[in-house]
């Protein structure tokens, strides 16, 4: 087939005047989501506070302040900023009603879309770092330094269970289905788990160094991985071993998409494709049916 281009030459440049600009974060902002019910984002950063902001339709091209045009949740009690309160991650439920935050202080938060904290949530020992709602909305999963991982009932907001597989901190958590789901850590593992059941339904073992994301394809079917030995992987639990190595990163990949086609999706005649992002600063973009490398966009600098 035709050699992977460089495709460098095409990017679309978003000039300023097209850019709506959220001003308020008095420190980096590590996460954003929009609301799956429409116009709204929530931020999360280190200036402890996430914000939940208010997006007009029509064009963009504005400044927006907060907290005038949105809610700013505070993971803080009294005047000053922690440190330690960083939110580091953010997901919304499916209905776009319930905002779910992780933090560094290893607290997850409920917040109404209006800011309202509705629950906190204990038992982490260290910092979250990734969490998320199974599609149902009757589970919480959330991800920690403390190397494990917490389904929570989204119904009693108590810890439904604790998962305990991991030798060092957990770095991402996905859904699978409902009831089951994957994790990854800096111990180079990653383990398929399912609730009500002790052990991990599957095991892939092959990275080399710290696996930074993961992600389900639409169906469920194969599992993603990258991670900070320069490879992306896909697994399949029909097999121990990877389904397809990605090796023609330079440097470590921190991040994974799938794109939403293929089978089991709106555009089930368009195949799927798998993008991932490297520090090498190229993007590339992997045709999974044949598993080869179709793409590298190499627009960005660094
Ligand atoms: C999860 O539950 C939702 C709501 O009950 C349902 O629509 C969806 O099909 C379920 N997903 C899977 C993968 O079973």
């Known amino acids: 087939g035709p050699k992977p281009m460089d495709v460098s030459t ?13 001003e308020g974060h008095s420190s980096e ?11 709204l984002l929530a931020s999360g950063s280190g200036d402890s506070t996430a914000r939940i902001w208010t997006i007009p339709d029509g064009p963009c091209g504005s400044i927006q302040s907060s907290p005038a045009s949105g809610h700013v949740l505070k993971h803080f009690k009294g005047r000053t900023n922690e440190k330690s309160k960083d939110v580091t991650t ?23 879309r209006d800011g309202e904290l509705k629950q906190t949530l204990f038992k982490h020992k260290g910092p ?15 991800g920690s330094v403390d190397k494990t991982a917490i389904v929570w009932d989204t119904k009693t907001w108590e810890c439904k269970q604790q998962f305990e597989f991991h030798s060092a901190p957990t770095l991402d958590v996905d859904w699978r289905n409902n009831n089951s789901f994957a994790t990854c850590s800096t111990d180079n593992m990653i383990y398929v788990c399912k609730i009500g059941d002790p052990r991990p339904v599957k095991t892939f073992s092959g990275h080399q160094s710290e696996v930074n994301a993961i992600k389900w394809d639409p169906t469920g079917s194969l599992l993603a991985s990258c991670s900070d030995d320069w490879t992306a992987k896909i697994w399949s639990v029909k097999q121990d071993k990877c389904v397809y190595d990605f090796k023609e990163h330079t440097k470590e990949i921190y991040t994974i998409r799938w794109s939403p086609t293929g089978p089991g999706t709106n555009n089930p005649n368009q195949q799927l494709l798998l993008a991932s992002a490297s520090f090498d600063s190229s993007i590339k973009l992997w045709e999974v049916e044949k598993g080869h490398l179709l793409y590298s966009l190499a627009g960005h600098r660094y």
């Open 10 to 22: 095409t990017p679309h440049e978003i000039f300023s005047a097209d850019v709506t600009v959220l």
């Open 29 to 39: 902002v590590f996460a954003c989501a929009w609301s799956p019910a429409g116009s």
């Open 90 to 112: 953010l997901d919304w439920n499916g209905e776009g009603t319930l905002l779910a935050t992780g933090s560094y202080d290893g607290q997850a938060r409920i917040w109404s």
């Open 128 to 142: 979250i770092f990734s969490l998320k709602w199974n599609r149902k909305g009757d589970f919480l999963l959330s």
